[in-house]
C-alpha cells in the first residue's frame, strides 16, 4: 500500500489500489484434474453489507463469496433487494444521491469501496447488462466500438468489434448490416448487442440483471446458453424471477427475502446461499424452501 506523500502522488494519477484481474497458475487448464487441484480465491468476498436509501435499510448484512469463472443467480420476490445487492458490485449505487454502502466488498482482495479506488476504474472491469435491452440509437457498429473509443482502445478496432460480436452469438447475423441503426434489431438481439458492448472492453466480471424478463422464450433461450459459454472467460452474476432460470444457468445460487419490520418497513435479507443443486432440493431454510416450491413468493 502507498503512505504519504506515495499515496498523494498516485492519486494524481490513478487510484493507489490497482484493480487487476488475478488468474491461478494452471499449467493445463484443458485437465480437469490440474483445474481442480488449484483452490481459486473467489473474484468477491462480501462480508456485513448494507445498503440504506435515506433512512430506509434495503438491504441487511449480506455476507458471501463469489466464486470465479461461474453463474451465480440471486433469486427472490421483488423488493427483496436483488437488484440494490448487484449494483453494489459495481458501484453503481454510488450514483443515487441518498444511496448509503457499508460494509465491504473486496474484488480480488481489493476494497472496492476504498476511498482510493476510482469508481470508473472498477466499471471497466465490471461490466452490466440491464433488465430493458438499451442500445444507443447508433449504428451496431457504432454501439460495439462506444467503450474502446473511450478508453482509447482504438488499435484494431474492426477486430475488436467482430469479436464481441462472436462471442455474444451475434456475428452472423449483423455482419452484413453493421452500419444499420441498432435501434432496428429485435429485442433479443438488442440484448445480446448489449452483452457485445460489455464484452468489447474485455471486462473481468459481466453483472446481469434479469437480462431476459423482457424477451421471449427463443431469445431467453440464446442468453442463457450465452450464459454458459462465456462462464469459461468471465465470471457472471445475473438476478433473475425465473427459479427454472436459475437452475438451468448457475452453479451457486443465493435466494433473499423480505423482513417487514413493526413500522411497516421492508428490509432484504439474505436467507440461503449454496449450490443451486442443493438450494432447489434440499434447501436449509424454510423459507427457501417455501419459495422454490411456489407456495409463497
Known amino acids: 500500500m ?58 441487511a448484512d449480506v455476507t458471501m463469496d463469489i466464486r470465479s469463472k461461474a453463474v451465480t443467480a440471486f ?36 476494497d472496492l469501496y476504498s476511498p482510493t479506488v476510482d469508481p470508473v476504474e472498477v466499471r471497466k472491469l465490471i461490466g452490466m447488462v440491464f433488465q430493458k435491452p438499451n442500445p444507443f440509437p447508433k449504428s451496431i457498429y457504432d454501439n460495439v466500438a462506444f467503450g474502446p473509443r ?39 438481439q438488442q440484448q445480446r448487442l448489449c452483452i457485445a458492448r460489455c464484452l468489447a472492453v474485455e471486462p473481468d466480471v459481466i453483472l446481469m440483471d434479469e437480462p431476459a424478463s423482457a424477451l421471449d422464450p427463443i431469445s431467453t433461450s440464446a442468453i442463457e446458453d450465452l450464459m454458459h459459454e462465456l462462464k469459461t472467460d468471465y465470471t457472471i452474476v445475473v438476478v433473475t424471477h425465473n427459479m427454472q432460470q436459475a437452475a438451468r444457468v448457475a452453479e451457486m445460487t443465493a435466494f433473499f427475502s423480505v423482513d ?38
Not at 488499435?155 to 444499420?180: C, I, N, Q, S, Y
Not at 439474505?270 to 424454510?286: G, N, S
Open 150 to 188: 473511450v478508453l482509447r482502445r482504438k488499435d484494431e478496432l474492426d477486430g475488436r468489434v467482430e469479436m464481441a460480436l462472436r462471442r455474444a452469438a451475434l456475428w452472423d447475423e449483423v455482419k452484413d448490416r453493421l452500419k444499420t441503426n441498432a435501434l432496428s434489431l429485435s429485442g433479443g
Open 260 to 297: 417487514v419490520g413493526e413500522d411497516g418497513q421492508r428490509t432484504g435479507v439474505l436467507v440461503e446461499y449454496d449450490e443451486t443443486q442443493t438450494i432447489f432440493t434440499t434447501p436449509a431454510d424454510p423459507r427457501t424452501e417455501g419459495y422454490v416450491t411456489g407456495r409463497f413468493g
Open 2 to 59: 502507498l503512505k504519504g506523500d506515495d499515496m498523494e502522488t498516485a492519486q494524481a494519477t490513478e487510484p493507489a489500489v490497482r484493480l487487476d484481474r488475478v488468474e491461478p497458475a494452471i499449467a493445463d487448464r484443458s485437465d480437469p484434474a490440474a483445474v481442480a487441484a488449484v483452490q481459486v480465491p473467489p473474484v468477491f468476498q462480501v462480508t456485513g453489507l448494507s445498503v440504506t436509501y435515506g433512512s430506509h435499510l434495503a438491504l
Open 75 to 110: 433469486i427472490g420476490p421483488s423488493g427483496c433487494g436483488k437488484s440494490t445487492f448487484i449494483r453494489c458490485f459495481n458501484r453503481l449505487n454510488d450514483l443515487i444521491p441518498s444511496a448509503r454502502v457499508t460494509g465491504q466488498v473486496l474484488y480480488h482482495e481489493d
